[in-house]
């Protein structure tokens, strides 16, 4: 069972329009990882962190890329178990149809043994703006 308001926001990510840079997102993912314990919940928020800040470096404003992080939310349950849900926001079409399910693959599936979870910890959900509009 969760704790009643202990959910809390982690990240804002790609959701302001100082990271959107002018860019129309085409596609979003939202996903969520089920997590054992608290120190995995650490090692997973730490991870997204680390990714979101490479996403945010100055560098990046100069050459964006085709997806950025958007909400970062986690619930805790009692033992320390719980969700971090988040979203990804994908801003070219060929980007997103190539790299959608990357988490599936052999490199996230070596960092995510790094921090104790697989693939199957995860829920994903994808949609096309376009077909999500029409």
Not at 76 to 87: C, K, L, R
Request: aromatic share 12%; glycine share 10%; charged share 25%.
């Amino acid at each position: 069972m969760f704790i009643e308001n202990k959910g809390e926001f982690v990240a804002w990510g790609g959701s302001t329009e100082e990271r959107r840079r002018g860019r129309t997102a085409v596609a979003e993912t939202h996903a969520t990882i089920k997590v054992k314990d608290a120190a995995t919940m650490e090692r997973c928020l730490a991870a997204l962190a680390a990714s979101d800040a490479r996403l945010a470096s100055p560098k990046m404003g100069t050459k964006p890329g085709g997806y950025d992080w958007t909400v970062v939310y986690k619930d805790v349950a009692e033992d320390g178990s719980g969700n971090i849900h988040f979203g990804v926001v994908w801003y070219d079409q060929a980007f997103y149809e190539g790299h959608r399910n990357t988490f599936q693959g052999h490199f996230h599936g070596q960092v995510f043994a790094d921090l104790g979870i697989s693939a199957d910890d995860f829920s994903v959900t994808h949609w096309n703006k376009d077909l999500a509009t029409a």
